[in-house]
């Protein structure tokens, strides 16, 4: 098993920053990509949706929605990934979820964490 420890979450205004991180453990698990996906728990209709992600090569790929504001990074070492939020929007309140795709022993494994909230006031 995998775990994921999320930190970072809380309530900013409309064009603050928040700063999540989420660290990955598991004995005998390779980590390969890691990333951050959300969901707007109040917003029944909405499914979970992806955010960043940075594979162990350190090659990043963004949201469209978040492009310009976010920035992932990944210390491949301690197998932690960050994600830095800029010029944070009301539409960006959501839970965010960090998720690492790992491997052991041939096979590949999807985990998650248990989500932090990031809440911005208009």
């Known amino acids: 098993q995998v775990q994921l420890v999320e930190s970072g979450g809380g309530l900013v205004q409309a064009g603050g920053s928040l700063r999540l991180s989420c660290a990955a453990s598991?004995?005998?698990?390779?980590?390969?990509?890691m990333g951050w996906y959300r969901q707007d728990l109040g917003n029944p209709g909405k499914q979970r949706e992806f955010?960043?992600?940075?594979?162990?090569?350190?090659?990043?790929n963004y949201a469209d929605a978040v492009k310009g504001r976010f920035t992932i990074t990944r210390d491949n070492a301690k197998n932690t990934v960050n994600l830095q939020m800029n010029r944070l929007k009301p539409e960006d309140t959501a839970v965010y979820y960090c998720?690492?795709?790992?491997?052991?022993?041939?096979?590949?494994?999807?985990?998650w964490g248990q989500g932090t909230q990031v809440t911005v006031s208009s």
């Open positions: 998720r690492a795709l790992a491997e052991n022993s041939g096979f590949r494994y999807q985990y």
């Open positions: 955010v960043a992600t940075s594979t162990s090569d350190d090659i990043t």
């Open positions: 598991g004995d005998g698990f390779r980590i390969n990509a």
